[in-house]
């Protein structure tokens, strides 16, 4: 039921910028943690950022100072400002969503979203 989608990623230059977000949906549990996680090509998927519902983030070393993650509560959204790209940074950029709570007996589980390219033009 709960759906995440990624939008915003596109085709930059090195040094260039881009603003990724992240929308989630259909939770009747409300929304917890959101990050991002990114798998370049010919490497395994790693993790980027995340912030919490109270607004806590934590970074990779990779992107610290240069990306920034943000939520909005009320829409439900998380975005990812990614300044400098660098060439290591291309890849396919995936939300993960968290709930605030879960059901009784359910396991805490992660929803994602389908990804979104972050080409980085040589």
């Known amino acids: 039921q709960v759906q995440v989608v990624e939008s915003g990623g596109g085709l930059v230059q090195p040094g260039g910028s881009l603003r990724l977000s992240c929308g989630a949906s259909?939770?009747?549990?409300?929304?917890?943690?959101m990050g991002w996680y990114r798998q370049a090509p010919g490497k395994q998927r790693e993790w980027v950022t995340y912030?919490?519902?109270?607004?806590?983030?934590d970074y990779d070393d990779s992107v610290e100072d240069r990306f920034t993650i943000s939520r909005d509560n009320s829409k439900n959204t998380a975005n990812l400002q990614m300044d400098n790209l660098k060439p290591e940074d291309p890849g396919i950029y995936s939300c993960?969503?968290?709930?605030?709570?879960?059901?009784?007996?359910?396991?805490?589980?992660?929803?994602w979203g389908p990804g979104t390219q972050v080409p980085v033009s040589s």
């Open positions: 259909g939770s009747n549990f409300g929304i917890g943690n």
């Open positions: 993960s969503v968290t709930l605030r709570r879960y059901p009784p007996f359910t396991k805490r589980a992660a929803f």
């Open positions: 912030i919490t519902s109270g607004g806590l983030t």
